[in-house]
């Protein structure tokens, strides 16, 4: 019971923290402003997390499950197979209100965390967007092997352009190409892509 109770207080001080970062920033949200949100003694939050960093991880982690769930829930969704792909992998991503949190983890002095993050993202995605293929090629709309293996490599390209905002037309059209043919997909299957990013 005891660990039943510390988790729920670390899980509110995290939801506290979210709350506090999606409004002001990382850099500008102290720790003790989120301990005196949260009411509780400064040992109590270094009980949960050693330092701030910690707790950023701990709040990333938090909202790659609900990525994560996002994600599964599109697997039962009615949507053709390359729609579907690109909303699997769309739900894998932080929503707008979340930039200050992902701002945070681009930071240069998070590098480490940054890539460990995106290890994590990656191989929970690999089987949702593995399934979706395995439709898709069932439905003979997608055509190849080592599914595994290009689901995982379609979502590291996925990740490195889109995680850096600056990509021209040329660089969305040889996207769509790579991922059609890594895919076994015809010609222009994923091209309703361009009307999602412009």
């Known amino acids: 019971m005891k660990g039943d109770k510390g988790e729920k207080r670390k899980q509110e001080l995290l939801k506290i ?3 506090l970062i999606i409004s002001k920033g990382y850099e500008e949200t102290s720790i003790d402003e989120i301990i005196a949100e949260a ?3 400064k040992g109590t939050f270094y009980y949960h997390f050693k330092s701030k960093e910690e707790m950023l991880e701990a709040l ?3 909202m790659i499950t609900e990525q994560t769930e996002r994600a599964k829930q599109v697997l ?3 949507l053709p197979i390359p729609q579907k792909t690109v909303a699997v992998i769309t739900s894998l991503r932080p929503n707008s209100d979340e930039a200050t949190i992902q701002d945070a983890l681009n930071r240069k002095d998070n590098i480490a965390m940054h890539e460990k993050i995106n290890r994590r993202i990656i191989d929970e995605a690999v089987p949702i967007l593995s399934e979706v293929v395995a439709e898709g090629i ?3 709309i997608l055509d190849c092997d080592n599914i595994n293996e290009r689901v995982r490599m379609i979502l590291i390209i996925s990740s490195d352009m889109f995680n850096h905002a600056s990509f021209t037309s040329a ?3 040889v996207f769509i190409d790579t ?3 890594i895919l076994g997909a015809k010609k222009d299957t994923f091209g309703f892509i361009r009307q999602l990013i412009r």
């Open 17 to 19: 923290a979210y709350r």
């Open 171 to 173: 660089d969305i059209d």
């Open 60 to 62: 990333i982690n938090m």
């Open 76 to 78: 039962s969704a009615p």
């Open 39 to 41: 009411q509780i003694a």
């Open 179 to 181: 991922v059609e043919k």
């Open 138 to 140: 069932a439905q003979g």
